[in-house]
């Protein structure tokens, strides 16, 4: 039953994060509404349908997806498991260069090992490290790290914590500590050394994380959910309604309204205002800290609200992610071709100002409910400087650059899937000014700030939810869980709504459907 607490919250933004928090709030008694700039839930867990083709838009893999194990039952609280269906690869992608070499990179360890060897005999030892660590983190419960707010940990809680991890502290130590580019400089191979940064998705990526990847798609724990991110998210929206939340979309809030050092409510671009006793943003950080604290009748008054660490992990020394997506509706079955290859390039191409010396190229043909039947969807994602768009953004260059930068992609797939101009169908290009524009997330970025060496330990610890000068305003989501991993964001709702419990003296329930 649940507890008769009587309390209101607003929370702004209808991602994952803001879903969450909507669920555990309702399941503990509180009143809960959500306001969303959009007019669908998800945020950045979306897709979108052109011409009968649905092209997605985050997720690759989701870690909870097998039963029992870590994250799994944050997925049956939300009401996605168990009639939520997944595809498990048997490899998450391969890197080919165009002399015929090919690195799969296999879930299984035992299978990476014997190919790794195989490609590179003088490098087995390095590779038997390597393939060991996945091993041992086919045991590792990453959900260890997010399940009780950090903000809620005393000493006890610290020092069992640290003896659920004890075990792992040297495989963590000894790969944490290494991004993949370092880790292929470790190779006499050269085309693994050329290879192994693009194994996991991208160059700066501790391997610890890759390794991680690689372990829960082995025990089926890392699927794709069929339908797509924007059904998932759909979802979990549909059991906050179950919940008794309300979701109340195109309404962007514009300021957060304050009163006595206390959050109060929210103003809204229509100038509605709505009032309750706590307020969590689950948005954009940047906006939030910098527009709807600051600003407005008192920029002086609200700046104070806002800490100087706070302000300085938006100074530019933490990498964010900011991307191109090139999705693509083809006339033709490519269920015979592996579902995601990096193509190692001879000559560089220079797309959006920047020499590209490789391009990834991933279908999902995999999932039947995204293209119309014989046909697929075929995507390129590339990293892109935010600027270089936000300098032409609104001007007919934009447009122009938009056609320009696909049109060079698509002739280049005709090196790897010949024939394929006459089979397009639809072309669809997201710059980082189409995700600014549609879930308002700072420069566009798709995953928050994106985990590095760097950024790992911020990720672990985790960012302040909370700040110190004004009461009852906290703060979730992927911009205070850097990495921003979708069961990282969605656990990020749920300790926040455990920590307002505690603060309110009672006992935090979470149930299934």
């Not at 100038?271 to 910098?290: M, P, Q, V, W």
């Amino acid at each position: 039953m649940k507890p008769n607490c009587g309390g209101t919250i607003i929370i702004i933004g209808a991602g994952i994060a803001g879903l969450a928090a909507g669920c555990y709030a309702q399941m503990n008694g509180y009143r809960s509404q959500i306001f969303e700039m959009h007019d669908q839930p998800g945020g950045l867990c979306t897709s979108w349908r052109r011409q009968g083709f649905i092209f997605d838009g985050c997720i690759h893999y989701l870690f909870g997806s097998g039963q029992g194990q870590p994250f799994y039952r944050l997925w049956e609280e939300l009401g996605v498991m168990p009639q939520q269906q997944f595809v498990h690869h048997d490899e998450l992608l391969r890197v080919s260069e165009p002399h015929g070499k090919t690195l799969i990179v296999y879930s299984n360890p035992d299978r990476l090992e014997q190919h790794l060897k195989e490609l590179s005999p003088v490098d087995r030892r390095l590779i038997s490290d390597f393939c060991a660590g996945i091993r041992t983190f086919t045991h590792f419960d990453l959900s260890l790290l997010q399940q009780q707010p950090k903000a809620l940990m005393r000493l006890g809680d610290w020092g069992r914590l640290m003896g659920k991890l004890l075990p792992f502290v040297c495989p963590m130590s000894q790969w944490g500590n290494l991004s993949a580019t370092e880790f292929a400089d470790r190779f006499q191979d050269p085309f693994l050394r050329r290879a192994i940064p693009q194994m996991f998705g991208w160059e700066s990526i501790p391997v610890m994380v890759g390794m991680s990847l690689l372990a829960y798609m082995h025990t089926k724990n890392a699927g794709f959910p069929l339908g797509g991110s924007l059904q998932f998210a759909q979802t979990i929206a549909q059991r906050y309604r179950e919940l008794g939340g309300e979701i109340h979309y195109e309404s962007q809030v514009e300021k957060i309204l304050v009163q006595n050092h206390r959050a109060n409510g929210v103003r809204l671009y229509d100038n509605e205002k709505y009032f309750a006793d706590r307020i969590i943003s689950a948005c954009d950080g940047h906006n939030t800290l910098f527009g709807l604290l600051v600003g407005g009748a008192s920029p002086k008054k609200n700046q104070q609200y806002v800490p100087r660490e706070m302000q300085r992990y938006y100074d530019g020394h933490l990498p964010i992610h900011s991307q191109l997506q090139v999705s693509l509706g083809v006339n033709r079955d490519l269920s015979s071709e592996p579902h995601w290859t990096t193509h190692l390039l001879d000559e560089p191409v220079v797309i959006t100002g920047e020499a590209r010396y490789e391009i990834g190229v991933k279908h999902y043909c995999f999932d039947p409910s995204l293209a119309p039947p014989g046909k697929s969807v075929l995507m390129v994602m590339l990293t892109t400087n935010y600027e270089y768009w936000q300098r032409i953004y609104g001007r007919s260059s934009y447009d122009a650059e938009e056609l320009q930068e696909s049109q060079i992609l698509i002739d280049l797939l005709e090196q790897f899937y010949p024939g394929i101009k006459t089979d397009i169908e639809f072309v669809d290009v997201a710059t980082p000014l189409t995700y600014e524009r549609y879930t308002g997330n700072w420069k566009g970025s798709s995953c928050g700030w994106l985990l590095t060496k760097q950024t790992l330990p911020l990720s672990i610890k985790g960012l302040p939810k909370t700040l110190p000068k004004l009461r009852n305003f906290y703060l979730i989501g992927q911009w205070v869980e850097p990495g921003g991993s979708v069961p990282v964001v969605a656990m990020s709702g749920r300790n926040i709504i455990q920590q307002i419990c505690r603060e309110d003296k009672q006992n935090f329930q979470a149930m299934t459907p």
